[in-house]
T-cell receptor
Framework: EAGVTQSPTHLIKTRGQQATLRCSPISGHTSVYWYQQALGLGLQFLLWYDEGEERNRGNFPPRFSGRQFPNYSSELNVNALELEDSALYLC???????????????FGPGTRLTVL | SQQGEEDPQALSIQEGENATMNCSYKTSINNLQWYRQNSGRGLVHLILIRSNEREKHSGRLRVTLDTSKKSSSLLITASRAADTASYFCATHDYKLSFGAGTTVTVRA
């Protein structure tokens, strides 16, 4: 069974540009989560999508946005890039059981975004 | 914000020794999960322990949970060089809230 996949592996952008990161969940999983792992800040929750809807977002500005497609894959868009957006962006997927806090989340290998 | 806090921050052991790391958290939980991360790559799920469980085993891993103390521990027995990684605990309330992690180095 294929795991969570993310593309690209690495992405280099300059300040002010936009970045688009992609994630494909494990087959049968309908929930997709995005996390940011920045140096010194640890792993921070960004966004949660389930059944095509944004269910919750972390404490990030609106220039971090995304969507989930009918096939449950997801995109994370970061507009007006800033230097501090440089980080490893991790996507995870899970089955939804309808009960919060019960599903194991499986992670992809991440996209390393560097903003120059 | 960080929910779990791991202790110690770093651990260096000889191959074959056991490694123990601890995690404390702040709020009530449904479950607590442990993950491993190799060299800044993706996270690998190790084990999930539910709030009504006290101990769980998976291969060379043993996890305990004490909800009265809001703490958990991960024991890796008979460590191998391949166990060199960062280990994170995470509490789960639809999103995962991670601690800062414990970096484990296993020396050959």
């Amino acid at each position: 069974e294929a795991g969570v996949t993310q593309s690209p592996t690495h992405l280099i952008k300059t300040r002010g540009q936009q970045a688009t990161l992609r994630c494909s969940p494990i087959s049968g999983h309908t929930s997709v989560y995005w996390y940011q792992q920045a140096l010194g800040l640890g792993l921070q929750f960004l966004l949660w999508y389930d059944e095509g809807e944004e269910r919750n977002r972390g404490n990030f500005p609106p220039r971090f946005s995304g969507r989930q497609f009918p096939n449950y894959s997801s995109e994370l868009n970061v507009n007006a890039l800033e230097l501090e957006d440089s980080a490893l962006y991790l996507c995870a997927s899970s089955e939804t059981s309808g009960r919060a806090g019960t599903d194991t989340q499986y992670f992809g290998p991440g996209t390393r975004l560097t903003v120059l | 914000s960080q929910q779990g806090e791991e202790d110690p921050q770093a651990l260096s052991i000889q191959e074959g020794e056991n490694a123990t790391m601890n995690c404390s958290y702040k709020t009530s939980i449904n479950n607590l999960q442990w993950y491993r991360q190799n060299s800044g790559r993706g996270l690998v799920h190790l084990i999930l322990i539910r709030s009504n469980e006290r101990e769980k085993h998976s291969g060379r891993l043993r996890v305990t949970l004490d909800t009265s103390k809001k703490s958990s521990s991960l024991l890796i027995t008979a460590s191998r060089a391949a166990d060199t990684a960062s280990y994170f605990c995470a509490t789960h309330d639809y999103k995962l809230s991670f601690g800062a992690g414990t970096t484990v180095t296993v020396r050959a």
